[in-house]
C-alpha cells in the first residue's frame, strides 16, 4: 500500500484536529482550515474515501477509518514534536516555523522523527543543557557577522 501523499497527510492531519477539536469535521470547515475552496475539498475527500482512510457521507459527514486516523494523530505529532524542535533551537519566527514544519513533517523519516523527539525531551528536561545552547548561540551572535552557511567549520 502506497504512502498517502503530503496533501493527503495534510487532510489527514486536520481531519483528526478538527475532530479532537469539535467531535466532527465537515467539509467547510476543513475548507476553512486549509483556506481551500469547499468543492477542491470535496474532491480530495472522495479521494480519501476511495483509499479508506475516511468514511464520507454527504448529509452526515466523515469519520476516519482506522489507518486515516493513524496517519492523522501522525502527522500532528509530527508536528508538534518539530515545532518544539525549531523553538529549542532558536527559531523565533512562527511564519517560518509553521513553513518549515508543514516541509519537514512528510518526508522526514521515522528513524530521524524518533531521534528528534528524544532530543525534544532532552532539552526540555535539562534546562542547563539548553542554557549552555543558547549562550553558545548568543555569543555567535554577539562576534556579529559570521554567515553559518557561508563556513560550516566551528571556528
Ligand atoms: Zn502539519
Redesign the pocket.
Known sequence: MARPTASME?YL?TIYELIQEKGYARVSDIAAALDLQPSSVTRMVQKLDEQNYVVYERYRGLVLTAKGEQIGRQ?RRR?RTLEQFLRLIGVEDEDIIQQD??GI?HHVSLTTMNALRRLVEFMNRHPQWLRAFQDYVRSRDAAGGDDPDADDEPA
Do not use: T
Request: hydrophobic share 30%; glycine share 0%.
Open positions: 495534510d492531519e502527522m508536528h514544519v508543514e513533517e
